[in-house]
């Protein structure tokens, strides 16, 4: 019953922007803490940002910080991902993760969305 809609992929060019949302449902999204993590072609998965349940607290992977800023809606049941100067290191499938208490997104076995296409490229 879980599910996770991730979206706003795309084809983007060195230094573009680009906005993931994540539609959820089937938990209680509100108190849920959130991720980002991703998928690099050839390489495994690699946590990028967590938010706490009511957005106050955030957390960057080095490689993005300053870059990206991860947000939510809780009336919306959405996460997002604003993803900013974009480098071809970005290029990846973008997935959004959850859990009840804050975790290690890399050790979830919870429910997996479709991710969403991120390609940076001239």
């Known amino acids: 019953q879980v599910q996770l809609v991730e979206s706003g992929g795309a084809l983007v060019q060195p230094g573009g922007s680009l906005r993931l949302s994540c539609i959820a449902s089937g938990f209680d999204f509100s108190t849920a803490w959130m991720y980002w993590v991703r998928q690099a072609p050839g390489e495994g998965i690699e946590w990028v940002s967590t938010v706490s349940p009511g957005g106050r607290i955030t957390d960057y992977t080095d490689s993005v910080k300053g870059r990206f800023t991860i947000s939510r809606d809780n009336a919306k049941n959405m996460l997002y991902l604003q993803m900013n100067t974009l480098k071809s290191e970005d290029t990846a499938v973008y997935y959004c993760?959850?859990?009840?208490?804050?975790?290690?997104?890399?050790?979830?076995?919870?429910?997996w969305g479709q991710g969403t296409q991120v390609t940076v490229s001239s």
């Open positions: 993760r959850y859990s009840s208490v804050r975790a290690d997104p890399l050790k979830l076995q919870n429910h």
